[in-house]
């Protein structure tokens, strides 16, 4: 680290020098919000794929839904191929630039962003030959946590981190040069990256909230609150170590939620259109209408009043000098509360639940849920502090 150190104030006190650094947080900067646009492109195709299985079927392999998706996930692992090609050219022309990157296999540079991404973007690009097979050998199948439907989806939610490490790395090399302009909006980005990676993986947690349920003969274990008190606390608290600004959190479960209405307002006339192109019919019998997103009324509400609570108890642990376990217990209090199944469509289902599971059961997977967010703070707090730090 020292040594990157040192490199950065010889980088900064040659003129020869600065402009080839700028480059570098410039092209991070324009191919991270390209590779952040896949990933949100990806989650409004998913979101249309998803309302087109359920209401109408599977017809043939390339419809406009799935060729949105592809088109996503094109864009993020060209834009992150890029990155690395570009960067490994210089490198080979200016040596002293190689303290701002990440080599691999000893012949490419890039940032650590524009690997993660890449290989995500690779690993949802061979998710999705493999999920059309699967759906000839099987048919229909409306069920998210298929085993190549997980794959593709978790790929992009994964774009989206790796979208963030680019825009993490832009905006500190930035505000090196003093390009405050520069800085706020790759921060801006970071917070729309972290938003489009909790929208990804929120549409995972579909089935969980309603279905999936561990029976262990004793007490019935709902894996929801688990599985979302992973996500929530790794995305959120990651993002309030790794941005200094205040209501960090608050901002992205509000763009995560906008991103909800986004989803409402375009799926379902998209859906109509593509029917009445493709000359077909909605499946009957279906227990709510195309005209309303299915995506978007199973989105979790109750996360608003965790990302609020969690930027007040953060702000006030800095000011009161609070100790990291009294932190922490409160954090994964709060992270649990956020992490109980609220869909738009039913924001009492954890009352619905006690009833269903019992008071046993619904105790047990609360316990388990606080693991989740345990485990998703833990994360969430190391990961911030990689990017607080994070140069390459």
Sequence with gaps: MAKAMSGVESLGDSSSLAPSLRAVWIQRLTLGFITLFGSLLFFLGTS???????????????????????????????????????????????????????????????????????????????????????????????????????????????????????????????????????????????????????????????????????????????????????????????????????????????????FAGIVAVFVPPATYWLVALEHLSFRPNQDSSPGLAAVALRWPVGLIITAILIDVFMRRAQRKGWSPRKLRAILILVTLLGSLPMPVIYPLLPVLLVNDLGILSFVASLLVGLLGAYVGLWFGRNVGASMRSLER
Excluded: C
């Design 48 to 258: 249309w794929d998803i309302q087109w299985h359920i209401f109408v079927g599977r017809d043939r392999t390339l419809i406009p839904p799935h060729q949105m998706m592809l088109t996503g996930v094109a864009l993020s692992g060209i834009a992150a191929l890029m990155a690395v090609i570009i960067e490994t050219v210089w490198i080979r022309r200016n040596a002293s630039l190689e303290h701002y990157t990440t080599s691999f296999a000893e012949s490419f540079y890039g940032s650590l962003g524009a690997y993660i991404a890449g290989f995500a973007a690779l690993n949802a690009a061979v998710a999705f030959p493999l999920d059309a097979y699967w759906h000839a050998l099987y048919g229909i199948d409306v069920a998210i946590w298929a085993p190549f439907h997980v794959m593709f989806v978790m790929g992009m939610a994964i774009v989206a981190l790796g979208a963030t490490y680019m825009l993490v790395s832009a905006a500190h090399l930035a505000e090196r040069a003093g390009a405050v302009k520069a800085k706020r909006a790759a921060y801006m980005g970071v917070i729309v990256a972290m938003a489009t990676m909790l929208s990804n993986l929120t549409i995972l947690l579909f089935d969980a909230m309603f279905d999936h349920a561990i029976n262990l003969q004793v007490v019935t274990v709902n894996v929801y609150p688990v599985l979302s008190g992973i996500v929530v606390a790794l995305i959120l608290i990651a993002a309030t170590y790794a941005i200094p600004w205040r209501w960090v959190a608050t901002s992205i479960v509000s763009i995560y939620l906008a």
